[in-house]
């Protein structure tokens, strides 16, 4: 069993930046692709970047390409997703989620794992 722990949301203004943490437990962490999906109340959640076991590769929805970049510290257990450039429509609950190799990455049901999740709201 994997938990999850995301940390860094909050209060913004648009254009601003915020950049979110998420912890795992365990020892298998590098066995695992690493994303990070949102949610707003009375919506499905939706991917937003996803990225590879070592973080050789990324991949990102079209909205937030060019904005937001997503990186991961296999020695600390930990990914990040810097949000740059924000905008009022970024506002959400972000998740952080564990998937083993296979499936796709965009694709919520293949994710194993996930955190609790951590708000963003982007004023203007």
Sequence with gaps: QVQLVESGGGLVQAGGSLRLSC???????????????????????EFVAGISLAGENTYYSDTVKGRFTISRD???????????SLKLEDTAV???????????YNTLKDYKY???????????
Excluded: D, H, I
Aim: charge should be positive; charged fraction near 15%.
């Design 23 to 45: 912890v795992a437990s365990g020892r298998t962490f590098n066995e695992y692709l690493m994303g990070w999906f949102r949610q707003t109340s009375g919506k499905e959640r």
């Design 74 to 84: 296999n020695a600390k257990n930990t990914v990040y997703l810097q949000m740059k």
């Design 114 to 124: 996930w955190g609790q999740g951590t708000q963003v709201t982007v004023s203007s």
């Design 94 to 104: 972000y998740y952080c989620a564990a998937k083993s190799p296979g499936g796709y």
